[in-house]
């Protein structure tokens, strides 16, 4: 299956975008920390141009921490650019944006003859279910912006006050429209990015299962107690299902019911933390 999601309201989104650009002094982009490559839109890169990009890895705790780290220390070296991680362990402050949005937004002025704009405003955008709305929430310690299971509930946009003279504008989260690379495509699936109704579960959560055979056995085996009997997707799935009772007429595996859980065990973190993209060397 080639695995294609690009919504009408993004492309209206990504046209209110480039007018925001205008009058905005750095951006900032929320990649799942778990998919960091993958999450990264490149149309937002395209539009921001120049422009500062302070990038915030979200649910670290779904993730593994010695990558994350990893990627951070990747993020943090890149010019014109820092890193900050996000996650139930260690969740981010208002004052963390500002700090490290200032030394940022102030090089950026350095050749400019005016002095450092009274008013300084922040764009955060990304992919959609990258966790940018609990972001946004957990920032302003009050409800700003939707949250769900579902991506895509964020539709338009709103502005915040971080601090005095320091403004923040939540926009919508965006695709591209077109996924070229479909192993990031798969990843983003099943990560929960692209919308259950624009993808086939059984052939993401196949394509999961496939992975966690080859590369996390033991944890299958500990949350599933599958064996190494359970070799290929298809047993492991058929293992799935009679343990969990989702079966169908004549005792067969209901292979819709089972990958929706086997989905819901991975990005839920209950088959532990994965991160599924490291950093270039």
Not at 38 to 57: E, F, M, Q, V
Not at 186 to 206: C, E, F, P, Q, S
Request: glycine share 6%.
């Amino acid at each position: 299956m080639t695995i294609s999601w690009y919504p009408g309201h993004m492309h209206k989104a990504s046209k209110e975008l480039v007018k925001l650009m205008q009058k905005t002094h750095a951006f900032i982009e929320v990649l799942d920390a778990r998919t960091p490559h993958s999450s990264t839109n490149p149309l937002l890169a395209d539009i921001r141009g120049k422009l500062p990009c302070i990038r915030i890895l979200s649910k670290a705790d779904l993730a593994e921490d010695m990558i994350t780290k990893a990627w951070y220390q990747y993020f943090s070296k890149m010019d014109n650019s820092a890193c900050l991680i996000n996650g139930y362990d260690s969740p981010l402050e208002r004052s963390d944006i500002v700090r490290v949005a200032k030394p940022l937004v102030k090089k950026l002025w350095e050749n400019e003859p005016a002095d450092l704009p009274r008013n300084v405003q922040l764009v955060i955008g990304g992919i959609p279910n990258a966790g940018k709305s609990t972001l946004m929430n957990q920032l302003m310690d009050r409800k700003v912006a939707n949250t769900g299971n579902e991506p895509a509930i964020t539709k338009g946009q709103q502005r915040v006050t971080l601090d005095e003279g320091w403004y923040l504008v939540d926009t919508p989260g965006m695709m591209w429209p077109k996924l070229e690379d479909q192993t990031c495509a798969y990843r983003l699936a099943a990560t929960g990015t692209i919308r259950n109704t624009a993808v086939d579960a059984v052939d993401i959560a196949w394509w999961l299962a496939e992975m966690l055979i080859a590369d996390y056995p033991d944890r299958i085996r500990e949350r599933y107690q599958a064996s190494h009997n359970e070799n290929t997707a298809e047993l492991l799935m058929d293992k799935i299902a009679k343990l969990r009772g989702c079966l169908g007429k004549g005792g067969r595996a209901d292979l819709h019911k089972t990958s929706e859980l086997l989905l819901n065990d991975f990005r839920s973190g209950k088959l532990g933390r994965f991160t599924l993209e490291s950093p270039p060397p």
